[in-house]
Every structure is written in C-alpha cells, then in structure tokens.
Nanobody, 114 residues
Framework: VQLVESGGGLVQPGGALRLSCATS????????MSWYRQAPGKGRALVAS?????????YYADSVQGRFTISRDEVKKTVYLQMNDLKPEDTAVYLC???????WGRGTQVTVSS
C-alpha cells in the first residue's frame, strides 16, 4: 500500500491549494479515504473523509466546512483536497489516510502566512 501526497506549499491568507494523494497497492474503489492534518505541537485531526463511490456524502470537520472539498478520481486512484479561503490556523502537515488499511502517507506541508 502506498499513499503519496503532493500539492502543499506556502500561501497567503485567503488563498487556495489543491492537495493530491496518489494511491497504489490496494483496491482504491472499495476504500474510503481521509485527509488528516497535524499542526506543530498537536495531534492528528481529521479534516475530511470520502466513502467509496455511491457512499454517503463526505464528512468535513467544522473548522473547514464550506471552505474545503474532498473528491476522488477512480481512474487515477487519487483523492484530492481542494482548500479555499485558507487561514493561518490551517497551517499543518496534511496526511492522506486509508482507514480500512490503517495506512498513512508521509504528508505534505501547508503553510498559510503573509
């Protein structure tokens, strides 16, 4: 199982980024996927989750509801996190997670600062 995140970077408040998590080594279409984040000195926190195709609608943490959108591409076996209206408190390492497989990516750093 491999989960490889990309798309992080430095962005000003109010800006946007799209994170990608490319997957391999398992049946992507059968698995729910999640994005977590870990800010400096804090534990990992669930940001958003998306089920397998046809599942119930995605879950979002209250802090990102209305600003972030999780999606998945079954052909590319990739899960995305579109992040809009970014705030300094969104600064963290963002990690991709496959709950049923208890597998984590290494993460991608997102820094929101002027």
């Amino acid at each position: 199982v491999q989960l490889v995140e990309s798309g992080g970077g430095l962005v000003q408040p109010g800006g946007a980024l799209r994170l990608s998590c490319a997957t391999s080594g398992f049946t992507f279409s059968s698995n729910a996927m999640s994005w977590y984040r870990q800010a400096p000195g804090k534990g990992r926190a669930l940001v958003a989750s998306i089920g397998s195709p046809g599942a119930i609608r995605p879950y979002y943490a209250d802090s990102v509801q209305g600003r972030f959108t999780i999606s998945r591409d079954e052909v590319k076996k990739t899960v995305y996190l579109q992040m809009n209206d970014l705030k300094p408190e969104d600064t963290a390492v963002y990690l991709c997670y496959a709950p049923a497989l208890t597998s984590w990516g290494r993460g991608t750093q997102v820094t929101v600062s002027s």
